[in-house]
C-alpha cells in the first residue's frame, strides 16, 4: 500500500512517549519531526551526574509487564531485578510497607485506636465513591486515614484527600480485612502488599538507560521554543521558523498546549487553568560513607516535608562510588506555587536536619548537596480533572491531535505505559495515511 499525501508528523517533546512516537514512526519510514524545549532528550526520565554519583529526576523504577516493552528496555540496558522492602517513618517509629498490615510497632493505645474505628467505619459505596478522604475512611476508619494516607496525601499530591476523586486508586491502595488488621497489630510478621512485583532498573547510567535505543534519533530540534500553533493551516511556529505538519503528536503538559494554540476560546483556556499537577523540588545527597538505609521510605510526619526518600545505590551499585552512598528526597508541592531561592533553601534545611535527626546519617558525611525544582510531577486527580480533561481532548481530536504520554494525555501513567501509548500512536497515524 502506498501513502495518500506526503506525511510530516510533527512531535512536541523528546521525552520517551516522543521518542517512541518517532522511533515507530522512522520504522514505519513515516517522516516525522521532533521540537523539544531542551538541548538533550529524555524529558522528567533524564538521568545526571554530579561527581562519581547518579541520579533520577524523582525516583523511578520499570514496572513493565507488557512483553513489548520489557523487551525493548531489556535491548537498551541490562538491568537488576529488585525486590525492594520500602518502609514508612511516622512519628519516630519505622513501619514496614504498607503500614495498614504492620502495626505492630505501635504502641496498644494507638493500636487500639486504629480498630475501634475501622469497625465503626462506614462502608456504604455511595459514600466511599463521593471523593478520596471517604475511600479512605471507608476503607480503614477514620482514625487510620487521618494519619496515614490523608497526612501523606497532602505532602505527595498538594492538597486535601476530600479534593481528589476515587477514578485513580484502582490497585494502588490495598484494603484489609479484619483478621489482617489484628494478626499485623499484634505479630511481627511481613506482608508484601506492594502493587508491583516485577521491578526493573537498569545496571549502569540511571533509569536513563532504558532511553537508549531511542535517543539514537537525527529527527529532534533541540533547544526549540514554541510560539504558537495555527491548526487550521497546519503550522506551527517556534523559534522565529515555521514547520508544517499533516499530523501533530503532543507529549507536552495539556495546559501549555491549549494556550499555544492560536485563537483559542475562552472556554478552552478556562478548562486549562483548572488543571492541576504537583510540582516537585528533589534533594540529591551524596555521602562519604555507607548508610543503612531500604530502598526508598514514605514520611509521614509533617513537620519533615519531604514525601518520600530513595536510595539510588540499592537501585543499582553503579550509581555510587564504593564505600559511599548516596539519598535523594522529594518534596511535592502545587506547581502554581510562586518559589524563590529562600523558599529552596528553607526546604533543603528542613530535609537535611530531618535526616541527620532521624539517624540516616550524620552532618559530617555530607559530600554534597544538589537541590532541583522541576515545575511537572504528577498529575493531581481533583474533582475538575475528568470534565477538563475531557474537554480539551474532545476539542483537539475535531483538529486531528493526538496526546501521549503523562502529561501530554494528563495521566497516571508509568513508563512502559508511555512507551506503548506513543507505539500504538505512530500505528494509528500510520494506518489513516495509507490507502
Sequence with gaps: MKSKKKTHVVILGAGISGLTVSYFLNKLKVKNTIIEKDKVAGGLLKSFQIKNFVFDNFIHISHAKNSIAKNFFKKSSSYYQLNPKPNNLYKKIWIDHSPQFHLYPLSFQEKFKIIFSYLKRNKKKDFRIKNYENWLKGAYGNYFAKN????????????????????????????????????????????????????KYPKKGGYESFLKILKKNKNIKYNSKLNYIDHLKKKIYFNKKIINYTNLVSTIPLPEFSILTKNKSKKLIDHAKKLRCTAGIIISIGLNTEIKSRTWFYIYNKDFKASRVYAPKKLSQNNCPNGKSSLQAEIFLDNKKKIDQKYLNSIKKNTIDNLIKYNIFKRENIEFIDIKYKKYANVIFDKNYEGSRNYILSYFKKLNVD????????????????????KATAQKIYRENLD
Design 403 to 422: 496526546f501521549v504520554g503523562r502529561f501530554g494525555s494528563w495521566a497516571y501513567l508509568w513508563s512502559d505505559q508511555c512507551f506503548m501509548s506513543g
Design 148 to 199: 496515614f494516607p490523608m497526612k501523606y496525601t497532602e505532602k505527595y499530591w498538594a492538597t486535601k484527600s476530600k479534593n481528589l476523586s476515587t477514578s485513580w486508586i484502582k490497585f494502588r491502595m490495598q484494603e484489609i480485612s479484619f483478621w489482617e488488621l489484628i494478626k499485623g497489630s499484634f505479630f511481627k510478621i511481613f506482608k508484601d502488599t506492594y502493587y508491583s512485583s516485577d521491578m
